[in-house]
């Protein structure tokens, strides 16, 4: 059964980096679109960065020169190294991958105080 689970997620202060992790059970990152959204208490949920297949990337505006995604295809995990953490970057964060057929995570929370 294919699962995607998040970690690295707690909470911080504002300045202050996590890295989160991606790990792919019954399922290959390898030739697939990927990403990372977020969602807080009565916002959309926005897409943050993506990792396409061919290999190119897209960042928020909003976290462009912050956050960087990444793929360890020999540990078959994605990450998401964000750098220089906000308040408004306080949300549950997503990761997704799939050709077709898009694959979630279960989430992990980031706060981020002031």
């Known amino acids: 059964q294919v699962q995607l689970v998040e970690s690295g997620g707690g909470s911080v202060q504002a300045g202050g980096s996590l890295r989160l992790s991606c790990t792919a059970s019954?399922?290959?990152?390898?030739?697939?679109?990927m990403g990372w959204s977020r969602q807080a208490p009565g916002n959309e949920r926005e897409l943050v960065s993506t990792l396409s297949y061919d290999g190119t990337t897209y960042y928020a505006d909003s976290v462009k020169g912050r956050f960087t995604i990444s793929l360890d295809k020999t540990k078959n995990q994605l990450y998401l190294q964000m750098n220089s953490l906000k308040p408004e970057d306080t949300a549950v964060y997503y990761c997704?991958?799939?050709?077709?057929?898009?694959?979630w995570g279960q989430g992990t929370q980031v706060a981020v105080s002031s």
């Open positions: 019954g399922f290959s990152f390898d030739g697939t679109d």
């Open positions: 997704a991958a799939g050709q077709g057929r898009v694959y």
